[in-house]
């Protein structure tokens, strides 16, 4: 019985927070969805079904296949039951494979312990059978096994991506303090953008969010930057699948007439690397960049699109004193410019963000490595309706 096509349970992993929006993308690839936590989804398929979701999912992390669940008290009572699963029947012969684990049992106090008994297990029942030893070590460029342990329950699965899905590919160039790709792709989908009206991204670094939605809005997927996956390195692994399922990535890209993306940084250099990711992204000729200071940055009159912002927050690049201005300046900028558009800024800080001096109609809560932070969203009327300043305004 092949992997490739027998059905198991699959869990998509993300980072905190993603999930709502990971959970849409699978959906729209036509899965069924059997459950959604904090760091993922879990359904059900093949790993041919694995290999769409590697191509596709912007959201996500990784796609973990599960091969089976038991119980295990200890590292060891790990090592007895994965010693007696018919490793040679997976892992390519000769063959290279790594391991990766998150565990959570009171009798490991190093990760890496673990990782080794289920390496141990793997190489001796592979040795015991063909008489060879795999080649193992910790690059993700072959075939991955992961564990899953909590307490007593364990559970092992083919990864089948291998290095994160998170990075997309395409930025070279990665600039200070960069967005991951992934939670750049849920905080677009978090806002209202219809992926045909303007996206304006002032400040824009590296070029991440504006590239995102000029991707976005012409359905390139990750997919396209991307030659090496896990499932690749598996016994049974049919090439056809994959060349039928890349192909469809091309094939997929659509036209949006029109369609403006606007994007400036005060920096010559983040704007010239930005535009160096852009051309790398397939979309250099989508996005129109500029060299100027964000209140100087072209909004398209008489149309509703979104204004985004990510400026520093102060927790690695900036100085909190100096930034308080920049933020007031962002609520001019949206008040004065920005009517008839919905206005976002992405912040880990919340002090800072009262000194834009509008209510924000919503506050998506999202995370970058571990900064608690806001996508906040502002109504920006025009004429009469023009949010005013509430100086009573203090939290929010």
């Known amino acids: 019985m092949s992997l490739y096509t027998s059905r198991s349970v699959i869990i998509v992993t993300c980072p905190k927070r993603l999930a709502p929006y990971l959970e849409q993308e699978i959906k729209g690839l036509g899965f069924a969805i059997d459950e959604t936590f ?15 979701l590697n191509l596709n999912l912007r959201c996500a992390s990784q796609v973990l296949y599960s091969l089976e669940k038991f119980e295990a008290d200890n590292a060891d009572a790990i090592y007895k039951k994965l010693l007696a699963y018919p490793w040679e029947t997976i892992l390519p012969d000769p063959g290279y494979f790594s391991i990766t684990s998150n565990v959570n049992n009171p009798t490991i106090n190093n990760s890496m312990f673990a990782n080794l008994r289920v390496k141990d297990a793997i190489v001796d029942r592979i040795r015991e059978q063909t008489g060879k030893r795999p080649s193992t070590g910790s690059e993700l460029t072959g075939a991955v096994i992961h564990l899953f342990w909590k307490n007593e329950r364990a559970e092992v699965f083919v990864d089948t991506s291998g290095d994160s899905l998170g990075r997309h590919g395409y930025r070279k160039i990665p600039g200070q303090a960069p967005m991951l790709e992934a939670l750049a792709s849920a905080t677009i989908y978090a806002t209202r953008w219809d ?3 303007p996206f304006v991204n002032p400040m824009c670094g ?14 390139r997927r990750p997919g396209l930057f991307r030659t090496n996956y896990a499932f690749m390195h598996l016994q049974g692994y049919d090439e056809s699948v ?3 399922e890349d192909a469809l990535l091309e094939k997929q890209i659509i036209e949006v007439p029109g369609l403006q993306i606007i994007a400036t940084d005060y920096s010559a250099r983040a704007v010239e690397n930005a535009k160096k990711n852009a051309i790398a992204a397939g979309v250099g000729g989508l996005i129109d960049f500029a060299v100027c200071d ?14 985004y912002v990510n400026p520093e927050y102060g927790e690695r690049l900036g100085d909190v004193k100096e930034l308080e201005a920049t933020y007031a300046r962002i609520g001019d900028f949206m008040k004065q410019k920005c009517g008839g558009y919905f206005g976002y800024v992405f912040t880990g800080n919340l002090e800072l963000a009262k000194k834009i001096g509008l209510k924000a109609k919503r506050r998506i809560e999202f995370y970058t490595s571990k900064i608690d932070c806001r996508l906040l969203e502002y109504e920006l009327y025009s004429g009469s309706r023009e949010p005013k300043l509430n100086k009573e305004e203090t939290s929010l």
């Open 242 to 244: 994959y060349l039928q």
């Open 206 to 219: 590296s070029g991440t969010l504006a590239i995102e939605a000029a991707m976005i809005a012409t359905n």
């Open 195 to 197: 992926q045909k009206s």
């Open 38 to 52: 904090i760091t993922g989804v879990r359904l059900s398929g093949t790993i041919n079904d694995c290999i769409r």
């Open 294 to 307: 964000f209140a100087l940055t072209e909004v398209p009159a008489g149309k509703q699109g979104v204004f």
